[in-house]
């Protein structure tokens, strides 16, 4: 009987639960942890898209061989038949221009017709006319800066026209025309900043695009700057008027557009180094034979800076902003007088 | 007690008595040299009779044979009175009338405890309920709506890039709105977190802390596009990264998690309460073995009052089980033909989203769009894969509505309309037709005699799909709702019939009892 009871007991125990105690508070010890904050300069906007920081002394600037340059490859002497030299845009029937998105003087979109200007992309509707004979076959792409080399060796663009400089290295990359354009390299900053030159840059930050010429002029003169690298120039105004950056190192005409966007930055300092701007196009492979494209685009800059057209182009863009000393002298490396491919060549076409 | 333990030296001291000794020093409480010197011998009280001594102290009368007889017998000593008491209480359990009450107590405590179990299970189980219908799901579907907001928003921002001119006033009420509603919804979203969830809440937090930098941006980058400075393309630019790089994925993270905590709370809260039901079979079957017990010791099989527990707790196991029936009926519905189209109709429209933003960017960038046609390809896919899920569990349901299957038919026709702009605008894209491919993503203006543009078929595609996740949202909280309608009362009345049981037990019990008396 007891073992029985005992039984039931247990039993109806189990079968009990205790409603659950519920306290207000529970003094604990371990307080519960803070949400992680960001650092201070995490506050507010975040760098420009795809921006980076550099260090100071992070790299070893490289040298900008601007010297020692190959000169590009001479116009055909006679009309060529453009559909041996350069079958693949012909038969496509419009030009691929990589151009910048927002370099104000150079290409830009204009906010009111929402088409694309500025001196490069009338350059290009200048090449498109001579190949065309209209100039609006061209079909505009946006390259980032440091992917420009990578967008003419997938064959995603034909031509890069955006402020590429003409250096030694790059020329094993790609294939450069003649100089279009000579700039100098100098600093814009806020009219406030006391910045002079390259001397008061040591312990602030410069903005330059990455894969640009300019980086490694920011390297080379401002060893003691923090370098931030941005996908394209318009972000370094952006990083300017964000107090993310005190000074932007670049030439001339890109500063002299981005000064026209904001009345409270100026350009200051001395000529850092003088360059020239090309058009770019892939280097000749197997498969794309870019040598009539090159002599093509050449032509058309000889038509350019011998009819008016480039002063006329740079009056129109630049003439408010900045003087000129006229335009580059044409650069072509010594070479027989080319003669277009006759018609009995078609074969060896790709 | 304290005197014998504190001073034993003194019990054999020249005083005297240890009782002398102990009246003294406690009337003088000072040394023993102070005592010497006052003399009261009026007072001593050894003299005077036990019983008519004063009582203010307590009276300690066994201090000697206490430190006699040691601990084993204090042990003795504290258990003796229970030790009687549990002789006497098993001396009267083992009488007939002892057993009888025995059993009718334990039967009672066997009773109410499975019942108050119960009772607590199911109103547990109501209020987690409620709280799935009043805090969870709200929660899940302002996190839903704040991400399409967010998307929306960015969308709209970015497509007034790459028109010509100032954005529409139309736009600009869109996108307003939009913000409007995504500030809202982050709202909404942690108005039901406890202080506890620091991850929800961090994520929270993130949103809301970004979307001001957001549309700073965007207005920077505005009023630049106004005053004609192609550097608002570049603020543009870095407000859609934030957005989509930072603010969207931490918002389809908060979905993520806070449509995953619906399901698993819908899975729990449609679990049988087993432990609970145990319970009351456990009761129902002591109620059997007391009516054999009874029917062994009194020679009579059926006792009223015991009979009337048992169909009483029987009918308490019915309805428990009903209602476990009905809830998780409702929920395995529920979840087949409410929340998995929910689902996978979320995730599909913004998967949608996506594909729409990615079409604006190939604009805004310019880029080739040769990439982004497998993925939109596969979006459509999904997109047609969760529609024909909704159309079965549609096909389920019995109440199924005609303007739900006409919304269906008007998000596939959208779908096809979007699919077929899609391609016209690759091709536009890629054959460098740059304005036909602006009016293709941009225009949601309807030509007449022209096939629709992207931008007004996603339109379309999009308010369907809205219209249909708001249905199966409603049907989803419906599901849920009968399954707390289900929980109603059952605590009560568990409650209630177990207390009754008990009553019956005893009434059942006292006529035998009674036959003793």
Known sequence: MRRLLALLLAGSLAGCSLPTLEFQRTPTDDTPPAPQRPVAHHYGPPLPAGSAVEQPGAEEPREINTWDIEGSLRPWVTEADLTQTMGHIMERGRLIVGVDQSQNLLSFRDSVTGELEGFEVDLAREIARDIFDDPERVDFRFVESANRASALANHEVDLIIRTMTVTRSRQQEVAFSTPYLTTDSRLLVMRNSAITGVEQLPGRTVCVTDGSTALEKARLNAPQSRILKTRSWADCLVALQQNQADAILSDDTILSGIAAQDPYTEIVGDSLAAESYAVAMALPTDHVDTEGLVRQVNSTIERVLNDGTWWRLYDRWFAVYLATSGPPPLHYRPEEPPVPPQEEEEEEEP | ?517
């Open chain 2, 1 to 517: 007690m304290t005197g014998a333990t504190e001073n034993p030296e003194r019990a054999t001291g020249p005083t005297g008595t240890l009782l002398h000794y102990r009246r003294t020093r406690l009337r003088t409480p000072g040394n023993g040299s102070t005592r010497a010197s006052i003399s009261v011998p009026d007072d001593d009280g050894a003299d005077v009779p036990e019983d008519t001594r004063d009582h203010w102290l307590d009276e300690v009368t066994s201090d000697e044979e206490h430190r006699r007889r040691g601990a084993m017998a204090r042990i003795m000593d504290t258990f003796a009175v229970p030790y009687l008491w549990l002789r006497r209480i098993f001396a009267f359990l083992a009488t007939t009338p002892g057993k009888l009450v025995g059993i009718t107590v334990i039967l009672s405590v066997a009773i109410f405890a499975a019942g108050w179990s119960m009772s607590q299970s199911s109103s547990d189980r109501q209020q987690e309920l409620d709280v799935l219908l009043t805090t969870t799901e709200p929660m899940s579907y302002a996190a839903h709506n704040l991400y399409t907001s967010l998307s929306l928003a960015d969308t709209i921002a970015t497509t007034g890039f790459v028109q010509a001119g100032v954005e529409s006033a139309g736009t600009r009420a869109r996108y307003n709105a939009a913000v409007d509603r995504a500030m809202m919804s982050a709202t909404e979203s942690a108005a039901g977190i406890p202080f506890s969830d620091r991850e929800t809440l961090q994520l929270i937090a993130d949103i809301e802390r970004q979307i001001p930098i957001y549309t700073g941006l965007v207005e920077t980058a505005r009023t630049n596009n106004r005053m004609g400075n192609p550097v608002g393309v570049a603020y543009m630019a870095e407000a859609s990264s934030l957005m989509r790089e930072q603010i969207l994925p931490d918002a389809a993270t908060l979905f993520a998690s806070t449509s995953a905590n619906v399901r698993d709370q819908q899975h729990q809260l449609t679990r049988p309460q087993w432990v609970p039901l145990s319970g009351l079979f456990a009761a129902v079957f002591f109620l059997l073995i007391a009516q054999w017990l009874l029917w062994r010791m009194t020679r009579r099989r059926l006792n009223r009052g015991f009979l009337a527990a048992t169909g009483l707790m029987l009918i308490a196991i019915l309805w428990v089980s009903a209602s476990n029936f009905s809830t998780w009926q409702a929920g395995t519905r529920g979840f087949e033909e409410a929340s998995m189209p929910w689902d996978s109709l979320t995730a599909s429209r913004i998967e949608a989203q996506q594909a729409r933003t990615l079409e604006t960017l190939a604009l805004v960038r310019r880029q080739s769009v040769a990439d982004t046609s497998t993925s939109f390809a596969e979006t459509a896919d999904a997109i047609d894969l969760a529609l024909t899920d909704f159309e079965q569990a549609e096909g389920h349901n019995p109440l199924s509505s005609e303007a739900n299957r006409d919304q269906i038919v008007e998000a596939r026709s959208a779908l096809d309309d979007w699919e077929g702009a899609h391609a016209r605008f690759v091709v536009a894209m890629n054959s460098g037709d740059y304005a036909e491919a602006v009016r293709l993503a941009t225009t949601t203006t309807l030509v007449p005699g022209s096939p629709p543009t992207a931008a007004a078929s996603y339109d379309r595609l999009d308010g369907a799909l809205s219209r249909l996740i708001a249905d199966a949202r409603s049907s989803m909280r419906a599901f849920i709702n009968d399954g707390l309608a289900a929980t109603q009362l059952v605590s009560t009345a568990v409650l209630l019939l177990s207390v009754l049981a008990i009553l019956a037990v005893w009434i059942g019990v006292r006529p035998r009892l009674q036959e003793y008396l």
